[in-house]
């Protein structure tokens, strides 16, 4: 049974409409209102909606870093080929993924083992697993590192739409000026920016998507 399955139908209908929108209407902004302010409790609220995106084994191989100050936007605009929506929104995030080596997982797992959501013996089958799935092979690190993190970023996005802010997501920058510019760790990868603020006149609406015939198989 779905969730919208248990609840009134009207209510259910609306739920569904709002989200549907919420999709629909969602624009890759280029322009930000650059008066604009989020506070901390706002960021942290839009980094733990991120945080419930999934992650193999659970993993939570991510990490936020909120710019909001001005000399680290600008920072980063450097490292972003001087892109104005970095400094211009009211915080731009570095996404990262992190290799799966270097999480705890066994410490992660805890939790759920001791919220009786998981055995005890499941948590550590799956901490083994990742042990040798992972273990000397960095191709597979980093493409786990890279879809964790793709799937927070998502997720931030659509936490940003939901709550009427605009986002920017931006695969446009140096990797590795970013590294230097705010002291990642060798386990890091910069996966993505996000731009997030309030949206300011100029941003096109959504664009066109290919047709479903193109883009969905049913078998």
């Known amino acids: 049974m779905t969730f919208l399955a248990r609840i009134p139908v009207a209510e259910a209908s609306l739920i569904e409409a709002h989200w549907k929108s919420t999709i629909e209407s969602r624009v890759s ?3 930000f209102d650059p008066s604009h302010v989020l506070s901390d409790a706002e960021i942290g609220e839009l980094v733990r909606l991120a945080t419930l995106a ?14 909001r100050e001005r000399p680290a936007k600008e920072r980063l605009r450097a490292a972003a080929y001087g892109q104005a929506k970095v400094s211009e929104a009211a915080v731009t995030f570095i996404v ?3 290799l799966a080596g270097s999480v705890d997982l066994g410490a992660r797992l805890r939790l759920s083992v001791e919220a009786g959501l998981m055995p ?3 948590a550590e089958g799956w901490v083994e697993a990742v042990r040798r799935q992972f273990t000397g092979n960095a191709q597979a690190e980093r493409d786990e590192a890279i879809r ?3 799937l927070a970023a998502a997720m931030l996005i659509l936490a940003a739409s939901a709550s009427g802010l605009a986002s920017g997501p931006m695969t446009g920058f140096d990797a590795e000026a970013v590294r230097a510019a705010f002291g990642l760790q060798p386990d890091e ?7 997030v603020g309030r949206a300011a006149d100029g941003n096109g609406p959504q664009k066109p998507r290919r047709p479903l015939e193109e883009v969905m198989v049913l078998s």
Do not use: D, E, K
């Not at 990868?189 to 731009?195: E, I, N, S, T």
């Open 29 to 31: 902004a280029n322009h």
């Open 96 to 98: 990262c993924g992190t």
């Open 54 to 67: 999934p992650s193999a084994y659970n993993l939570q191989n991510w990490r936020f870093i909120a710019v």
């Open 189 to 195: 990868v910069p996966v993505m920016l996000v731009a």
């Open 148 to 150: 964790s993190a793709s």
């Open 120 to 122: 005890a013996a499941m």
